[in-house]
């Protein structure tokens, strides 16, 4: 059980709403894996378990038509997306659960949960009592985004999933777990990027990493910074970065139609480790050194930007390796700044 799931449990016994109720609406909204799924519409983006809508005036940037977000937002301050605010944005939606039933989500209805199904109406609840509410607490200093590089990947169960399994591990080594499964468990994550962007007969359809980085943007961005990409990468490039930045690598010639995989660190040997969703694909398992590197390019990369947020490391005069990777990175700025090529 998630921590989610868990709280979703507590509070919703709290407030006489059946909890395999509620996590079964959730499931087909934001769902209880991670902590602020956002879902992207064109009258809006809603964030959270619940996906409290926004959009219309004060979020015209978000899209045309207010929901449960702005309310959301105009009692507590808690901004669209962030990821602190998954308490309380799920209490917010039991409340309102609790007071006039699950009128208000789509998702719900599409599994016969309506009107007051699983409410029971002769359980008292007085609301969120004022002490229990986060928005009332002190807020703690935003902390660098975490990196947990040992987060585990999933082997690829086909010949064309490796970007999608290598984005799955990504997302987790960030403290996220959009489920990447199909047909058991929650689809989201594969949904979201087949056949847009990962093609079932290519693979990853914009060997540039372009489009990629672009949906971990739109979908991620807000709560972790930048996320970039380059087309043409060496080792040292990756290896700069290796063990800060959590990162995906593709290599054009890493089999008949290339191949992606994350990278954890570098060793101590100065290999690349590997999060590879096909370990001993081509003869490459959990590293990578410079001779497998060169035979497989050229390369792109795709990297959430976590040196910039981190203290300043000084490095001996002739390392030059971080100042080639802000370079890459402002490139890319640049580069995701123009048209996307279709």
């Given amino acids: 059980m998630t921590i989610y799931q868990d709280f979703n449990r507590q509070e919703s016994l709290r407030r006489g709403i059946d909890p395999a109720v509620s996590e079964a609406a959730w499931n087909t909204e934001g769902g209880l894996t ?4 956002r879902g992207t519409f064109g009258t809006g983006s809603s964030w959270w378990a619940a996906q409290l809508h926004y959009g219309g005036a ?12 702005n309310s959301f937002t105009a009692k507590t301050g808690w901004q669209p997306g962030d990821p602190a605010a998954w308490r309380d944005a799920l209490r917010y939606a039991l409340d309102r659960v609790k007071a006039s039933g699950w009128g208000p989500w789509y998702g719900p209805k599409t ?4 009107g007051m199904r ?41 010949p064309w999933s490796c970007a999608l399994q290598s984005t799955q591990w990504l997302l987790r080594s960030i403290g996220r777990n959009p489920d990447a499964s ?7 994550l594969k949904s979201q990027l087949v056949p847009g962007i990962i093609s079932p007969q290519v693979g990853l ?11 971990i943007n739109r979908e991620y961005g807000q709560e972790m910074g930048f996320v970039a990409h380059a087309a043409d ?17 593709g290599g054009r010639r890493w089999g008949a139609g290339g191949h992606w995989a994350g990278v954890r660190r570098a ?15 081509t003869g490459v398992g959990t590293h990578l050194d410079r001779a497998e590197w060169d035979a497989r390019g050229p390369w792109t990369a795709v990297w959430i930007d976590r040196m910039s947020t981190l203290p300043p490391v000084v490095l001996p005069p002739a390392d030059t390796r971080v100042t080639r990777a802000r370079e890459l990175l402002r490139q890319a700025l640049v580069v995701l700044d123009e048209p996307m090529p279709v």
């Fill in 111 to 114: 599994i016969g949960i309506v």
């Fill in 58 to 69: 004060g979020y015209e940037h978000l899209g045309t038509t207010a929901g449960m977000g």
């Fill in 267 to 281: 060793d101590a040997n100065g290999l690349l480790e590997l999060a590879n969703p096909a370990p001993g694909y």
């Fill in 233 to 249: 990468v060496t080792f040292d490039d990756v290896l700069a970065g290796a063990g800060t930045n959590p990162t995906l690598i």
């Fill in 205 to 215: 359809q914009d060997a540039s990493g372009a489009q990629l980085a672009a949906w």
């Fill in 182 to 188: 199909d047909p058991v468990g929650d689809p989201w």
């Fill in 118 to 158: 699983g409410v029971d109406p002769n359980f008292y609840w007085a609301g969120t009592p004022a002490h229990e509410w986060d928005y009332l607490k002190e807020k703690p200093v935003p902390a660098p985004l975490p990196y947990n590089p040992d987060a585990p990947i999933d082997a690829q169960p086909d």
């Fill in 34 to 37: 991670e902590p602020a799924r």
